[in-house]
């Protein structure tokens, strides 16, 4: 062990604990040397690193630089051992393979001297390659901003990022971390809570997270809660039982509880509770084959429409049974037959690691003994799990799986389980194959869409809109991008039809903007409603294979501009629209208004593109073929 003599005490400690991280390790340190705020010590524990960890820290001559080096012993105990040295008011933590933005130490102390109720405060983090490049935002993080929203979210899942935090040290020194397997930060959030501690966090991206094959969140996305965790998710329930606080998110905490207690009791107690629980039951008409389509969708986009065309064209050969959200259900309305199974927000959004007893408890409780076919629309690690060995699964790729390291490897085990997969598109052979799927286990069946009463809206009818049709999400899909072209047109008329948990903050965005050509109409069931208006579809996403609405624009001789994703610059090739060589505001505003010079043009070749390629009966046949294949 090697320290050095330290003398004035400093308003804060940092504490970073590093293993064999060389890699990103010079990074980690420059940020924190650069901060804006000065007044800090920087404890590194080397913790039996065997690659030229050490000697990178050793080339640092800053005196505010405390190293300790040891015997690997693991993360946790190498942050309490830090923790234990530590002489500031405040303890700060860092990771050796991440970045603090310059500014975060002195915005994170400013808030926690002037909130003394506040025991920690975190900030925003914005994910990165391993290259440094951006990667989008943890949702869960960004999404729940204030305590008290940190407070009833964190019963049920993690919302607080642990990698920039700054705690009061009196906090963190009574606390200190357990040694348990995976998510050691999270264990130390409940206990906190559950003490009333408030946590709070500045809701700006001061610190940049680095995900990587090794990292701390890839790793603890495969590995369960210990019995542990399920105690400390009680004694949280207690805590909140004691407040008068209690919510459906505890409810859903204690049914984790309870399943955990159900798995140790004894098979005789286990029967009497099968008894009372397990008494719904699904009659199907055993003449016709049953089908059991999954959906864990909230709202409609391409896929969930591709489910809805199945049950609509196929309805009278064979029985379906749809598991998806009540919220998927209700846009569907009555007009389908099919029998509904709805899927509850506890089960949906149950964030507890381990948590398979929980959700498998639930899907016992439907008897699905009648299932000739399971048919998913998304992977899913419990329901392949249960289904496996019961019938025949399949799963519909209907978007790019951009998948690396640890999450890959996650997702192969449940490709295993798989008996086939269709691909709507082919440039989703190449990701299923990754997925450890041979040739014979891919079905390329491409996308349809019902035209028939598009192909009929009259072609001199007034067209007035630029209209992006999808689910609002703030990453693939790229509504931000619509509203930039918008704003370079305003000319024009443009309009949004979908739903999603991001068309609030897309409200905002269009009244901080003041881009007063743009409305947002939401979700419309009738596609002739949504394109009898329109003279051109404009569609933005980073990820597609081979969207709908494209398919949809054309049947409607709607002409489209559109990224280069999926196969849309192959269907475009053979008329009605255009890809953008690069995706920005100012290459679409210029194809769009080159487009629309030469429309009547665009519109003709767009029906005769969907006539010729993409009709709905071709994909039907597709399918009905590969059921009955599916199915002896």
Partial sequence: ??????????????????????????????SILNQTFTDFEFIIINDGSTDNTLKIIKSYKDPRIVLISRENKGQALARNAGIALARGKYIAMMDADDISLPERFEKQVDYLEGHHDIGAVSSFVQNVDSSGKPIGAWEDDV????????????????????????FRAKNIKHYQYRNIKAAEDYELWLRMISDGIKLAKIPEFLYLYRQHDSSTMAVAQVIDFDWRMAKMKLNFLWYRLGQFKLSMFDFRVFGAVIAHIYYWLPREAKKIIKRILFISSINNDRDKKTILLISTAKSIGGGEIYVQQIIRHLHLKYNFIL??????????????????????????SLGLRGSYMVQSLWLRSLRLKHVDLVHMQQLDDVLTRFFNGTAPIIFTAHSRLQLKGIQLNFTKKIAMRLNATIAVAKVLNPDLKKLGLTSDRIINIP?????????KLKANRVCNEIIWVGRLEKNDKNPDLFLEIAKKMPQESFCMYGDGGYRDELLSIIKERNINNVYIKGFVDDTKEIYRKAKLLCLTSESEAMPLVVLEALAAGVPVVSTKVGDVEAVLSSGGGVCVSKSRADSFAKEISRILERREKYAESARENYLKNYQIQKMIAGLDKFYGKMVR
């Fill in 323 to 348: 598991l998806a959200p009540r919220q998927l259900h209700d846009k569907f309305g009555d007009g389908l037959t099919y029998r509904r199974i709805n899927l509850p927000d506890w089960v949906y």
């Fill in 1 to 30: 062990m090697k320290s050095k003599i330290r003398s004035k005490t400093p308003l804060v400690s940092v504490v970073m604990s590093v293993y064999n991280g060389e890699k990103y390790l010079r990074e980690a340190i420059d």
């Fill in 143 to 166: 999404n729940v901003k204030t305590p008290e929203q940190i407070r009833n979210t964190i019963a049920y899942k993690n919302c607080f990022s642990h990698a920039p935090t700054i």
């Fill in 447 to 455: 996308n349809g869409v019902d035209g028939e009463g598009l192909t």
